[in-house]
């Protein structure tokens, strides 16, 4: 009787897949791929200084109550530079910046920031993506704004641009 | 006038399919038995209509005639001969018909060629390979209907410019090929289940067929890699994209097949099994097609998404795949149990071979269906990427890796662990001096990337153990070729772990003049010009490189820029030596005067499709030995 019932186990199986295929038919994909990180807390790192004189950054310097953004970023991004002027002019707006430098060296992130200036009062280094990928990041640059209990309010995939300023100083509390 | 021709060739290739099919079912009570001499011819008349059919297809495509809908849709009046020809299948409807065709000609073969399966299998067969192109024969006349006509178009829409590619317009025929093949096992294992003929017999007929279509998947996954490797230009040559998983799927179930068929075929073990794998063999070809056809998953192919095409490959993957279970939990009780055989035999060591190779199966399958059923059932959105499968498929893959060194120096039936582990002793030298040199110069390396070139070089080793003492002239041609097949494997794990342990990458973004280094090479960004291409605007890097003072030579990444449709293509440049491959690409952004320039040195990564080719020219010398075989018998015979 066992011996049976192992027999159609295959059909089961299969029939359970053509299940799932036929839902899956049915309702097509809309592309929109929602944030899984906010509303979760950050998860758990230490990314070490990667540059002299400018501390790196832990999950735990999130905890202050203070909000503040969290740049994903690396000097041979090119987009990357296209942002630095905005960050430049959150940080002026009183916005804390901490960046994660992915895939970064020393030299070549001490060069980008001489040339294009540095809006980041704390910089990690994350030399094999290890943090972007606990972030749920998949590319360069991507922004997180991080509340004062280091929980993730926001996910930005892709260059901040001028016209983002607004929303992202809402999600940080902060009247435009 | 083609066009019209071709249609009605469709129509009359799919009457006599339906024919073949009301034969051999007919034919299988002994009353009617005589009505089965029919169905040889009409499988062979059948073929010469699907031809003939695919013929006008590819007429109408080298005329470049804009009134069939499918031309203007697909093709350009300026497009290069050869891209007309493989704009032919390089859609859904021609590569349907295509489909259609390979059966037709494959069903024929059986029809004027299989002398050994008894007559009403023979006859079970034909009829199950009718009722598989009975289903695409409807999918093409009532759903997609590659003749269809249009007026007033002057001027056709271009191919997809990834397609334009050499390499890639023989990619799908090869792997459709190889699926095709796949369906030739299943209707060989549908014919003995329903004639109860589960035996030796069986699987000699199927087994050329097997390897016949393993050895088309294995070409056609091997040069999809290097295509992916070369154009997509990430530097990886395996990304498990739902669509390369779609093609690796069927191949781990004929791998497995392939194996169980030997102890079938040799030692009558393993029936019910082996019918089980054909099955699934197929199973996975036609899930590869659903998945490639319908759209149902989001991949990096872009294929026509059309979910009422899906829905008619799912009803066909209902019926064949459904009745085949039903027909194996109804018979196979009746299949009685082979001959036994002991824990330590090369019938054991296959069984293994057959788990992992299913359990690896189960892995990338779940890897690949997971994000549509999650979001089946509580709408939230995954993917499954690489970390998943490299590390829930690449330990077992090693697993198996290992007993392959020590599956063919097993004898048959029943053997003893101590002459196994005396046989293997070169080997296991060979292995432990490559794991002290790697400890000794190799530098730090992950674990995985060390077991597998430590595992390279046993398989390496122990691949050659069946010459051994051999006399080489004497050797059959499927003895050569299981050699040069499993060598295959530890040339392709060898290339798979050094990539993963050496390989170099630098990512620079760099001004004209500037220098960077990668490996051993010195590289010298010089600029950019453009280059006008046949189709396509191409922007054009070009880099000075040196090999410590060794005479510098230029290579030029580009990229395309297609108009119609918009699209950018990544060629990346890539120079090969003996010891690895330098890859560059540049990026697609001026950003103050500077490019982003991708370098890799991968060393010895070009052994991953060396290996993949000698596993491909193993399984062909393995083919053309049993058929050689099976024809010295037969002259013997009469």
């Known amino acids: 009787m066992k011996r049976r019932a192992i027999l159609w186990l295959p059909l089961a199986l299969v029939l359970t897949l053509l299940v799932t295929f036929w839902r899956g038919l049915l309702q097509p994909d809309d592309h929109v791929i929602a944030s899984q990180m906010v509303g979760k807390p950050l998860p758990e790192f230490a990314a070490p200084a990667i540059l002299p004189g400018r501390p790196g950054i832990a999950t735990a310097d999130f905890r202050d109550g203070k909000p503040r953004l969290l740049n994903v970023f690396a000097s041979w991004c090119l987009p990357c530079v296209a942002e630095v002027p905005v960050l430049m002019r959150l940080k002026a707006m009183g916005v804390d910046v901490v960046g994660v430098a992915v895939h970064d060296t020393a030299p070549a992130l001490e060069q980008f920031l001489a040339r294009n200036g540095n809006p980041y009062s704390r910089i990690g280094s994350d030399p094999q993506s290890r943090i972007q990928l606990s972030l749920g990041s998949a590319g360069v640059p991507e922004t997180f704004v991080v509340d004062g209990k280091g929980t993730i309010v926001y996910q930005h995939i892709g260059v901040v641009a001028e016209r983002d300023i607004p929303n992202l100083l809402e999600k940080l509390g902060q009247r435009p | 006038m083609i066009a019209e021709a071709g249609l009605a060739a469709l129509w009359?290739?799919?009457?006599?399919?339906?024919?073949?099919?009301?034969?051999?079912?007919?034919?299988?009570?002994?009353?009617?038995?005589?009505?089965?001499?029919?169905?040889?011819?009409?499988?062979?008349?059948?073929?010469?209509?699907?031809?003939?059919?695919?013929?006008?297809?590819?007429?109408?495509?080298?005329?470049?005639?804009?009134?069939?809908?499918?031309?203007?849709?697909?093709?350009?009046?300026?497009?290069?001969?050869?891209?007309?020809?493989?704009?032919?299948?390089?859609?859904?409807?021609?590569?349907?018909?295509?489909?259609?065709?390979?059966?037709?000609?494959?069903?024929?073969?059986?029809?004027?060629?299989?002398?050994?399966?008894?007559?009403?299998?023979?006859?079970?067969?034909l009829a199950a390979q009718a009722a598989i192109a009975l289903g695409f024969y409807a999918f093409l006349l009532f759903a997609s209907n590659p003749f269809a006509r249009i007026a007033g178009v002057s001027e056709g829409q271009g191919l997809n410019p990834l397609l334009q590619d050499p390499g890639l317009a023989f990619h799908p025929p090869t792997l459709y090929a190889g699926y095709v093949g796949m369906s030739a096992a299943f209707s060989f294992a549908v014919g003995a289940l329903l004639t109860r003929n589960v035996g030796p017999d069986f699987a000699r007929a199927m087994r050329p067929w097997i390897l016949g279509a393993w050895v088309l998947l294995t070409v056609g996954i091997v040069a999809g890699s290097y295509w992916a490797y070369y154009t997509l230009g990430w530097g990886g040559w395996w990304f498990w994209d739902p669509v390369e998983n779609a093609s690796l799927m069927p191949w781990l179930a004929a791998t497995a097949l392939i194996h169980s068929v030997t102890v079938l075929a040799t030692r009558d073990g393993l029936r019910a099994w082996t019918a089980m794998l054909a099955v699934l063999a197929f199973s996975m070809s036609m899930v590869g097609t659903f998945l490639v056809r319908s759209g149902v998953l989001t991949s990096v192919h872009s294929f026509a998404v059309d979910p009422e095409r899906g829905i008619f490959i799912l009803a066909l993957l209902a019926i064949y795949i459904g009745g085949a279970l039903t027909l194996f939990a109804l018979r196979v009780g009746t299949v009685t149990e082979g001959t036994r055989f002991d824990v330590v035999s090369r019938e054991a060591a296959l069984v293994a071979n057959n788990l992992l190779l299913t359990v690896i199966l189960v892995v990338v399958l779940a890897g690949t269906l997971w994000p549509l059923a999650l979001e089946g059932l509580n709408g939230a959105k995954i993917s499954v990427g690489a970390p998943y499968f490299n590390s829930a498929a690449g330990p077992l893959a090693l697993v198996l890796m290992a007993l392959l060194a020590a599956g063919p120096l097993l004898r048959w039936r029943s053997d003893r662990p101590g002459l196994v582990l005396r046989r293997m002793a070169p080997a296991l030298l060979v292995a432990g001096a490559a794991f002290a040199m790697l400890v000794l110069f190799g530098g730090t390396i992950g674990v995985l990337p060390l077991l597998g070139l430590i595992v390279a070089a046993l398989i390496g080793a122990a691949s050659l153990a069946p010459l051994w003492k051999r006399n080489l002239a004497r050797t059959p041609l499927f003895t050569w070729g299981m050699v040069i097949a499993h060598l295959g494997c530890a040339v392709s794990l060898a290339g798979m772990a050094s990539d993963s342990a050496f390989t170099q990458e630098n990512l620079a973004a760099m001004r004209p003049g500037e220098v960077q280094k990668i490996g051993p090479f010195a590289v010298i960004f010089g600029g950019l010009q453009e280059m006008p291409g046949p189709n396509y605007a191409a922007l054009q890097g070009d880099l000075l490189v040196r090999w410590g003072s060794g005479e510098p030579f230029i290579m030029t990444p580009q990229?395309?820029?297609?108009?119609?449709?918009?699209?950018?293509?990544?060629?990346?440049?890539?120079?090969?030596?003996?010891?690895?491959?330098?890859?560059?690409?540049?990026?697609?952004?001026?950003?103050q005067g500077r490019w982003l320039v991708r370098m890799w040195w991968k060393p010895f990564v070009t052994l991953i499709w060396l290996g993949g080719f000698m596993m491909a020219l193993g399984g062909t010398l393995a083919m053309l030995g049993r058929v050689k075989r099976d024809l010295s018998a037969r002259k013997a015979v009469a």
């Open chain 2, 12 to 125: 009359l290739g799919a009457a006599l399919a339906l024919a073949q099919l009301v034969l051999g079912a007919l034919a299988l009570r002994p009353a009617q038995a005589a009505l089965g001499r029919a169905i040889a011819p009409v499988a062979i008349v059948q073929a010469l209509f699907v031809s003939l059919a695919f013929a006008c297809l590819i007429a109408v495509f080298m005329r470049s005639d804009m009134s069939v809908l499918l031309v203007a849709a697909n093709s350009h009046s300026a497009k290069p001969m050869i891209y007309k020809i493989a704009g032919t299948w390089g859609n859904h409807e021609g590569s349907m018909l295509l489909w259609v065709t390979i059966l037709g000609l494959a069903g024929a073969t059986i029809a004027l060629f299989e002398r050994k399966l008894r007559a009403d299998t023979k006859m079970a067969t």
């Open chain 2, 559 to 591: 990229l395309h820029q297609f108009s119609d449709p918009p699209m950018i293509t990544n060629q990346a440049a890539i120079r090969t030596f003996w010891d690895g491959q330098l890859y560059l690409t540049i990026g697609e952004k001026e950003m």
